[in-house]
Nanobody, 124 residues
Framework: QVQLEESGGGLVQAGGSLRLSCAAS????????MGWFRQAPGKEREFVAA????????DYADSVKGRFAISRDNAKNMVYLQMSRLKPEDTAVYYC?????????????????WGQGTQVTVSS
């Protein structure tokens, strides 16, 4: 059983930056691929970024490529999402999630464990 807790959300102006953190506990963190997803009001949960257990492979949604960066620290059981050049359309609740299934990291239903989410609001 893996518990995940996100932090770092908040209100930021367009063009600004935020760094989200996700702390994992209760499992072998380095065995899991980690993903970030987001869900805006009235929309489905969507893939943002993911990284393999070693952190060697990182994948991004086209909408955030070049602006967001996912990273992990397996020694600290942490995964991060550095978000830059934020846009109002990035406004959403952001979730981190864990899965042992690496090949389908973009699919939400791949993930077994989810955090409670952290709100990110980007004002124009």
């Amino acid at each position: 059983q893996v518990q995940l807790e996100e932090s770092g959300g908040g209100l930021v102006q367009a063009g600004g930056s935020l760094r989200l953190s996700c702390a994992a506990s209760g499992g072998a963190f380095s065995n899991y691929a980690m993903g970030w997803f987001r869900q805006a009001p009235g929309k489905e949960r969507e893939f943002v970024a993911a990284t393999t257990p070693s952190g060697g492979i990182r994948d991004y949604a086209d909408s955030v490529k070049g602006r967001f960066a996912i990273s992990r620290d397996n020694a600290k059981n942490m995964v991060y999402l550095q978000m830059s050049r934020l846009k109002p359309e990035d406004t959403a609740v952001y979730y981190c999630a864990a899965t042992i299934r690496v090949l389908t990291m973009r699919q939400p239903n791949t993930y077994t464990y989810w955090g409670q989410g952290t709100q990110v609001t980007v004002s124009s």
